[in-house]
C-alpha cells in the first residue's frame, strides 16, 4: 500500500510542478509584497483553470504525504521481534517420541575366580 502511495506521491509532484510552471505570472517578483496594484489572486480572483488544478493538486499532495508520513510511522513503531516466526527448532516440551533408539545394555563379565 504505502509503495503505491508512494508512486502517486512521486506523479503528483510531477503534475503540480508542470501546472505551477504554466501558470502565466501577475506579480513581479518580491515586489508584489511592496504594495503593488495586484492583488495576490490577480483582479478576477481564483478562478482561473490552472489555478484551481494547481490547488486541487496542492491539496491531494499534502494529504498524500499525512497519509505516507502515517503509515511509515506506523511501520517505525514495529519491533523486529514482531516479525520473527514464532514456529523454533528448538520444542517447547520435550519430544515422547517411542522410535528412539535404546542405550545398548553393558556386557557382564563374569567373575573368574
Do not use: C, E, H, W
Not at 10 to 25: D, E, G, H, N, P
Not at 55 to 73: A, C, D, E, P, R
Not at 79 to 103: G, H, R, Y
Request: hydrophobic residues 45%; without cysteine; proline residues 6%.
Amino acid at each position: 500500500m504505502s509503495s503505491s502511495l508512494l508512486i502517486v506521491q512521486f506523479v503528483l509532484a510531477i503534475m503540480l510542478t508542470i501546472s505551477v510552471l504554466l501558470q502565466k505570472s501577475s506579480s513581479i517578483g518580491l515586489g508584489a509584497y511592496s504594495g503593488s496594484n495586484d492583488s495576490l489572486f490577480g483582479a478576477k480572483g481564483p478562478a482561473n483553470f490552472l489555478t484551481k488544478i494547481t490547488m486541487i493538486l496542492g491539496l491531494l499532495f499534502v494529504t498524500n504525504t499525512l497519509v505516507l508520513g502515517y503509515m511509515y510511522n506506523q511501520q517505525k513503531l514495529q519491533s523486529a521481534v514482531d516479525t520473527v516466526k514464532t514456529d523454533s527448532l528448538i520444542p517447547s516440551k520435550p519430544s515422547t517420541n517411542k522410535n528412539i533408539p535404546s542405550v545398548p545394555a553393558v556386557p557382564v563379565i563374569p567373575n573368574s575366580k
